[in-house]
Nanobody, 122 residues
Framework: QVQLVESGGGSVQSGVSLRLSCAAS????????MGWFRQAPGKEREFVAT????????TYADSVKGRLFISRDNAKNMVYLQMNSLKPEDTAVYYC???????????????WGKGTLVTVSS
């Protein structure tokens, strides 16, 4: 069993940076593929980024490539999402997720966090 708790969301202006954190509790964190999804108001949840269990591989949604960056610290049981040059269309609830398979997909998620809201105003 893994529990995921996101933090770092907030209301920001367009163009600024924000870093989301996801704290994982439970055993064998380093065995999980981790990632982030987001869900904007009135839209379906969508994939943002994923990182392999050792951190060597990452995959990003085309809409965030070059602006958002995922990382993890297995010693601290933490996953991060560095978000740069934020745009109003990045406004969403961001969810941390864990899987046994790379890359993360909606269909292979083993554990979800409860989400943290990011609001970007123009």
């Amino acid at each position: 069993q893994v529990q995921l708790v996101e933090s770092g969301g907030g209301s920001v202006q367009s163009g600024v940076s924000l870093r989301l954190s996801c704290a994982a509790s439970g055993r064998s964190f380093s065995s999980y593929v981790m990632g982030w999804f987001r869900q904007a108001p009135g839209k379906e949840r969508e994939f943002v980024a994923t990182i392999s269990n050792g951190g060597a591989r990452t995959t990003y949604a085309d809409s965030v490539k070059g602006r958002l960056f995922i990382s993890r610290d297995n010693a601290k049981n933490m996953v991060y999402l560095q978000m740069n040059s934020l745009k109003p269309e990045d406004t969403a609830v961001y969810y941390c997720a864990a899987s046994y398979q790379y890359p993360l997909r909606i269909g292979n998620i083993a554990y979800w966090g409860k989400g943290t809201l990011v609001t970007v105003s123009s």
